[in-house]
């Protein structure tokens, strides 16, 4: 089965300043997707950014970029120019690609943006 | 387009009582998992519908249990609720495979408490 570790339950950084969340991952599969969440006060999920195993080149999404290590299985997101609306709890979540949708979730991670 | 929707969006239900979650995914998708999320064990995958049939279980007990309606909609139910039940339960809904993009969108949650 697999699983997914975010090793940081909290992180700070100050407004305009770039900061990293770490997850790692294991899994015997070769192909799969990964994601970000975010998950303000407000409780919605929103989908912050997702990368396919198979490609090698980083996703990007505005401020939001990852380091994807495969062989290492580490799947970090890195937000650009923090900005007091990115403070929310973020969660990795991977999902096979066996048959159907599901998401496995790590712990999560809540980052708070100070002014 | 509209997102995906959750109905009620608060519960509260007294232990022994059953009890039953609605959920509408985006206009076109098919494919609709339910989540739970509680502050011990994180998000928990319960199950997942497509085309009216379930297509994945996670591992919970048999108390739980869902459906989904030729449109899409899907239902879960929880009999014989128990203290531990409180949570956030979570909807998400997931495009065609064709798209080639395997994301889920979630909808706002419903809150029950049991009692």
């Known amino acids: 089965a697999q699983t997914v570790t975010q090793s940081q339950p909290e992180m700070s950084v100050q407004e305009a300043e770039t900061v990293t969340l770490s997850c790692t991952y294991d899994?015997?599969?070769?192909?799969?997707?990964l994601f970000w969440y975010k998950q303000p006060p407000s409780r919605q999920m929103i989908l912050v950014i997702r990368?396919?195993?198979?490609?090698?080149q980083n996703a990007t999404e505005n401020r939001f970029s990852v380091n994807f290590q495969k062989a290492a299985k580490s799947f970090s997101l890195k937000i650009s120019d923090s900005q007091l609306g990115d403070a929310a709890m973020y969660f990795c979540?991977?999902?096979?690609?066996?048959?159907?949708?599901?998401?496995?979730f790590g712990a999560g991670t809540i980052l708070r943006v100070k002014s | 387009k509209a997102g995906v929707t959750q109905t009620p969006r608060y519960l509260i239900k007294t232990r022994g009582q059953q009890v039953t979650l609605s959920c509408s995914p985006i206009?076109?998708?098919?494919?609709v998992s339910w989540y739970q999320q509680t502050p011990g064990q994180g998000l928990q995958f319960l199950f997942e519908?497509?085309?009216?049939?379930?297509?994945n279980k996670g591992n919970f007990p048999g108390r739980f249990s869902g459906r989904q309606f030729s449109n899409s909609r899907s239902e879960m139910n929880v009999s014989t609720l128990e203290l531990g039940d409180s949570a956030l339960y979570l909807c998400?809904?997931?495009?065609?495979?064709?798209?080639?993009?395997?994301?889920?969108?979630f909808g706002p949650g419903t809150r029950l408490t049991v009692t």
């Open positions: 990368q396919e195993a198979y490609k090698q």
């Open positions: 206009s076109g998708h098919r494919s």
């Open positions: 899994t015997s599969e070769s192909d799969y997707y």
């Open positions: 998400a809904s997931s495009p065609p495979l064709t798209l080639g993009t395997y994301e889920q969108y």
């Open positions: 519908y497509f085309s009216e049939t379930q297509r």
């Open positions: 979540a991977y999902r096979t690609m066996e048959y159907g949708n599901k998401l496995v």
